[in-house]
């Protein structure tokens, strides 16, 4: 409905100039959704903001302008209330009209962009050889789900996956192998060396117990930066071992991304450093290459630089994220760059962006974002971890929700005495149980923390997986139930809304084109989360006033057609939060 919201906008400005003269075409009329139902749909404050201007009383300014006012073709007749609000209701044809312009499009009245743009979502982004932990998995379920909400509205979408691949931990794993597997530096073939993540922690326990392991391994990064051949091969190794369980989880939570991994902008660093020189940025301090930087102080107060070269000549993460920078739009030609991250590198990218601003990097026409979340958190309130304190492995975690999702399954089946195939069971068990993990994700405002809990996010009832799930699934039951395949009610089929309930469910399916919009916008998924769990609450309400098979035709085809547009309007919404839908559960 955002362009009846247009439009009703325009005939506003109209009557406002045809009232008071033509400098007031591009007054604003501060037209918003009505706070109450009982007010109708929309209203317009403008008259209560002009009153001051034109020496008028508000009211007297709504009349006004209601008298040049003409929507008849929309709305019920304008009523002005209270101090001079001007109350718009729609015309329940003119809603007919739209659900029936909207029947057959399989956007559900969702445009596609005018300009479409080239737009970077860098998320997931875990480290090689180290755990992929809890903040991964939130970067990755809302990265993947703003991207594909910027794809359905038909931008070009390159989703990376920026890896931390490179630096100076290497030289620690790398020195570690060659002790313990030294024919991993030589031989052609992978080398299965098991969990990396065991490895990791013995060659750190092996690196801080050893002054001169320590020497080996800065000797290490100097020549996987010399480019030795021996320890290339060994880091590919190590590269590789990581992206194998790395796609494990991307294969379970069904996330495509391309791998674009620090050691890709390695070459560009050099460069980088050399035109903040040249363009006057740097200053040296106890040896290092540092941009001082506006608004961040230390804790004596003094200003703190981004250091873009150490003293050994090594390079930070913030260099690496400005030569990516510079690549993703210079060679990517990106328009939006947004960055999925936990809101603690918050700082991180403040201040490369600004090291990026001042050196004129960032065209007028690009917009770098940075989109913070919050901790997972345990029922304790603290870090999400496990039982004895390690943190959760994320194979694990999907694992255990998939598997008390089956449990719950087993038990509703067995109190409903249903018989069902072992294929069934896995299926709805592995659908309920990831879906279930990544709407919990989503449906909370990404800023703040969210305490994890599988007995919530299982559960049947609430702003839960399930309770979408299972509401697509009612949808479903109602065709089954009158053997009517939906998708062959005809184009002729018309809606026709007679309950409020009805109403009310029709105004809901009609806003979807509105919340897509302002996700693209504000990147807040939760929005989306709750229109659908809002919209799955109307269409039960509808359900259990409105008969819909016993009822009489027109009245039961145009049930019909509601049912088929919420089933829909679900299943889209739920695909763009990454989540597949059942037709039985
Ligand atoms: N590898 C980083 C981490 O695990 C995240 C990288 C995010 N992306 C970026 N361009 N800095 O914290």
Redesign the pocket.
Known sequence: MKATQEQLKIKLQQALAAAFGSDYTQVDPILVPASNPKFGDFQANVALSLSKKLGMQPRAIATAIVEKLDVSDICEPPEIAGPGFINLKLQTSYLEAQLNAIKTDPRLGVPKVQNPQKEIV?FS???IAKEMHVG?LRSTIIGDCIARILEFRGHEVLRLN?V?DWGTQFGMLIAYLREVYPEALTTANALDIGDLVSFYRQAKQRFDADENFQETARQEVVRLQAGAEDTLHAWKLLCEQSRKEFQVIYDLLDIKLIERGESFYNPLLPKVVADLETAGLVEENQGAKCVFLEGFTNREGEPLPLIVQKSDGGYNYATT?LA?LRYRIEEDQAKRII?V?DAG?ANHFAQFFQVAKKADWIANDVEIVHVPFGLVLGDDGKKFKTRSGDTVRLKDLLDEAISRSRTDLEARLKEESREETEQFIKNVADVVGISAVKYADLSQNRTSNYVFSYDKMLSLKGNTAPYMLYAYVRTQGISREGNIDFANLGTDAKIILKEDTELTLAKHILQLDEIIAEVEQDLLPNRLCEYLYNLSEKFNKFYDKCPVLKSEEPIKTSRLMLCYLTARTLKLGLDLLGIKVLERM
Do not use: L, M, V, W
């Open positions: 860098d982004s875990p480290n991964h920026h931390g994220d990516a960055y991250t590198q």
